[in-house]
């Protein structure tokens, strides 16, 4: 059995999407670092999102819900206000209270503004209905969105916990905070924004550094509610493109041709030099092949800034001392040093020995601080093997004579061979 508990979660969240609120850029809206100073520009931000997506505007104007084709009100008594037979107008940042505390409330918000009440019994037009039901589930749909926008913050279950289900409540509860900003924590946020939109692209201005700048700029500008006029953003865009030398030019040239009245125009302009000049770069290295030679470069322009560090931080790194000469040393006939001179190199034991001029002044061979090891003796050779003491075939011990005796030789034959040998005369013996 196959489990889609993943999917059935990922089509839940998928279908609260569109109460996700966004800038007009599709930026998220989130407080995220739980700054109080930073609700009022986020609500003010989430207001112009849901008047673009068309989010809660009966709820927020008349406290009604669109329900298809028709709107649902709490009470028939809200039906004069719909028709605008009452001129009683709230907005997102008066939003509309019941119908009951409305009508109440009509004296002070609309001074002048009479009510008659609704014949309940009397037909209701026909794309009204009565249905208490449908602004709860409406409201219950403002709390997800604002959900959404505070789901960064540390403060955010706390204020769930106390806004009890209603979007209208945890959006009156944002706004007691926002109120209650210290003067601190605001002086921090128009700090922020200040700094970015004075110091603008750091380093050589491009179309990859002028994104991020601009990003940013977005992300610092929802915080502030003040009106940031047209002119002020066009003042910000030319003050990146004038202090850019190869820039200023023709920038100023297609401005007087036509003058940016807004952030986008002033950026649109910019971004066509800029994306120019880069297509011309791509072009030139494309068609001289100068990509490994800009590589190259910039790697060796990488190692002489890493070893000018180095020799920042060492300076006598490259200085050698200086190489002592000491004079030739005197030698006998055979090339072997005679005995010790004053200028020669000094016996490394540095120190006055007898007969000595100076320290060290003495043949390694003649020092008494640390004398030469005498060679170890060669070892002895082994013993070689003796002679074989008896002769083959014969013949007298120690005397090297040999007699070579044959099988199958006659008597005669070896009697030859003994006299030959070994001088023997063999006979018949003289008899007396």
Known sequence: MTDNSDNTITNENDKHNHLIP??????????SDSNDARLDGLLLNFNKFTVRAHLFQELFKHHAARVGTKLAVDSPNAIPFLLGFIDDKYSASDRCPPTGTRIAQLATHSPGKKFTPVDPDKALPSHIIVSPYHIEEEDAKLLKSLNFLIEGS?????????????????????????????????????????KHASTGVVGELSSESLTPFLTRYEDLKVNITRAITDEEEVEMINAQAFKS?????????????????????????????????????????????????????????RIAELEALVAKLDPDKDKKPPTKQFVKAPRDAAGNVSHWITGMAPCKCKKKQSGDSEPGGHLGRNCTTYPPKKPAAAPPKPDEPKPDATPTGGGTPGTGLVCELIDGMCDADVEAQLNAT???????????
């Open 154 to 194: 540390i403060h955010t279950p706390k204020l769930l916990d106390r806004a009890e289900g209603s979007g209208e409540k945890l959006y009156a509860l944002l706004e007691a905070r926002a109120q209650k900003a210290s003067a601190k924590a605001k002086a921090v946020v128009a700090a922020e924004f200040s």
């Open 22 to 31: 966004t800038t007009a850029s599709g930026k998220r809206l989130v407080w």
């Open 245 to 301: 030398p190869e820039i200023r030019d023709i920038y100023e040239l297609k401005s007087e041709m036509h003058p940016p009245t807004t952030l986008e125009d002033a950026v649109i302009i910019l971004q066509d030099i800029l994306q120019g000049r880069k297509l011309s770069d791509d072009l030139d290295r494309i068609q001289t092949g100068a990509d490994a030679i800009v590589t190259t470069k910039s790697g060796d322009a």
């Open 422 to 432: 070994f001088g023997l005369v063999f006979g018949t013996p003289d008899t007396e």
